[in-house]
C-alpha cells in the first residue's frame, strides 16, 4: 500500500515537471488583440544564393526582393515611427534560413514579413511562362503539388548551408515526406498571419491592379521556427516576361512596397483596437 502511495507521488511530480517544461517551451499563443512594436522584413537569398533567375533575362529574385523589403522599411519609418523595424539582410549577403528565424525570435518581432518571387517550370512547359500574380503563404500543410514546389524550391537554399542536417533536426527539402511531417510552432499565430495575408492580396488586387494568385499554405522552413504573426510573400513570376519587368523597375517597387504597407498599417490598426 505505501509503496502504491509513493508510486503515485512520482507519477504526480512526473506530470507536473512535463506540464511545467511544456509551459516553457511552448510559445504563448498571443491574442488576436496584441500591440504591434517589431516588425522584421527577410528580403529572401542574397549573396551565392541568387534565388530563381529569369532565363535569358538573367534577372534574379534575390535583386528584386531587397529593394522592395528597404522601401517597405523605410515606409514603415516614416509613417509609423513607433514601430521597430529590423531587416534579416540590407545588402546583398548570404544569410541562413535559420538564423532569418532566429532574428526575429530574438529580436522580439511581432510580424515577419519575408520577401520572395515565384517562377515556374518553364524548360518543361513553355506555356507556363504565361502563369503570373501574387501569392501570399502563411505556414501550413499545403493543399496541392504546386505549393509544396514553391516550398520544395525556397527550402532548398538549406542545401547551400554548413551543417544544414545539424541545423534543421535532418530536415530533407528534396523529399516530399519532410514537408508533409514538419512541424511548426506557426499554427498558434495562423488567425493573424492569414489576416495580414488577405490585406496584402486585397492591396495588390484593388489598389495596384495586379493579378493575384490568392492566399496559400505550404511548409516553408524560413516561417517554422518564428514565433509571432509570418507570411511569405511571392511578389510575382520571374519566369513571366511582363512580370519580371513590372518587378524590376524602380517605381513599381516602390508601389508594391506602399501597398505591403498600406496591409501591415491596417492590419497594426485592426489588432491594436
Ligand atoms: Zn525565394
Not at 541562413?96 to 529580436?107: F, G, M, Q
Request: aromatic residues 8%; proline residues 4%; contains cysteine.
Amino acid at each position: 500500500m505505501k509503496k502504491k502511495h509513493s508510486e503515485g507521488i512520482f507519477s504526480l511530480a512526473i506530470i507536473v515537471l512535463i506540464s511545467l517544461s511544456l509551459a516553457f517551451v511552448a510559445p504563448r499563443k498571443k491574442p488576436l488583440l496584441y500591440k504591434i512594436r517589431t516588425v522584421v522584413i527577410d528580403p529572401g537569398h542574397g549573396g551565392q544564393d541568387p534565388g530563381t533567375i529569369h532565363p535569358t533575362k538573367k534577372i534574379q529574385e534575390k535583386d528584386i526582393v531587397l529593394p522592395v523589403a528597404l522601401e517597405l522599411g523605410a515606409t514603415i519609418k516614416k509613417y509609423l515611427p513607433e514601430v521597430n523595424v529590423i531587416y534579416t539582410r540590407t545588402t546583398d549577403t548570404f544569410v541562413e534560413l535559420y538564423k532569418r528565424a532566429e532574428i526575429a525570435n530574438r529580436s522580439n518581432a511581432d510580424v515577419f514579413i519575408s520577401l520572395h518571387c515565384n517562377a515556374m517550370d518553364i524548360k518543361k512547359d513553355k506555356k507556363k511562362a504565361e502563369v503570373k500574380g501574387l501569392e501570399v503563404f502563411v505556414m501550413g500543410p499545403h493543399a496541392n503539388q504546386e505549393n509544396l514546389e514553391v516550398a520544395k524550391r525556397e527550402n532548398a537554399v538549406i542545401l547551400l548551408e554548413d551543417n544544414y542536417k545539424k541545423n534543421y533536426g535532418g530536415f530533407d527539402p528534396n523529399s516530399p515526406q519532410a514537408h508533409i511531417i514538419m512541424t511548426s510552432i506557426q499554427n498558434n499565430y495562423l488567425e493573424n498571419s492569414l489576416h495580414l495575408a488577405t490585406l496584402i492580396d486585397k492591396q495588390f488586387s484593388e489598389r495596384l491592379h495586379r493579378p493575384t494568385r490568392g492566399i496559400k499554405q505550404a511548409g516553408f522552413v524560413v516561417l517554422r521556427r518564428v514565433a509571432c504573426t509570418s507570411i511569405l510573400v511571392e511578389l510575382g513570376y520571374v519566369t513571366n516576361d511582363e512580370e519580371v519587368e513590372y518587378m524590376t523597375d524602380s517605381w513599381n517597387q516602390t508601389l508594391m512596397a506602399s501597398a505591403i504597407y498600406r496591409a501591415f498599417r491596417d492590419f497594426k490598426n485592426e489588432v491594436e483596437k
